[in-house]
């Protein structure tokens, strides 16, 4: 059993700033990769920010320069420090992790029941 447990969502003004954090728990042999995504109402679930075992980011375009993603891999967590935010980031933002529960290194996808980010005046 593994839960993806966030925090930080909330409601702020534009050009202000929210951390979401992200703890993975439960059987956790090793992580692969922890993201970010969001989906805003009416549109489909799309990548934020993800974060490989190695350190490797890979970043929406349209939050490059604002957003940015860390990982402490002692604890299992994952942070998505968002900066300078916008209206048109309200979403929920889900936190992903890719995972594996045992040695065989079967990987497995899993989601966070997600938190409301509102950026509005």
């Known amino acids: 059993q593994v839960q993806l447990v966030e925090s930080g969502g909330g409601l702020v003004q534009p050009g202000g700033s929210l951390r979401l954090s992200c703890a993975a728990s439960?059987?956790?042999?090793?992580?692969?990769?922890m993201g970010w995504y969001r989906q805003a109402p009416g549109k489909e679930r799309e990548l934020v920010a993800s974060?490989?075992?190695?350190?490797?980011?890979n970043v929406a375009d349209s939050v490059k320069g604002r957003f940015t993603i860390s990982r402490d891999y002692a604890k299992n967590t994952v942070h998505l420090q968002m900066n300078s935010l916008k209206p048109e980031d309200t979403a929920v933002y889900y936190c992903?992790?890719?995972?594996?529960?045992?040695?065989?290194?079967?990987?497995?996808?899993?989601w966070g029941q997600g938190t409301q980010v509102t950026v509005s005046s």
């Open positions: 439960g059987t956790i042999f090793s992580i692969y990769v």
């Open positions: 992903n992790a890719i995972l594996s529960t045992t040695a065989s290194r079967i990987r497995n996808n899993y």
């Open positions: 974060i490989s075992g190695d350190g490797n980011t």
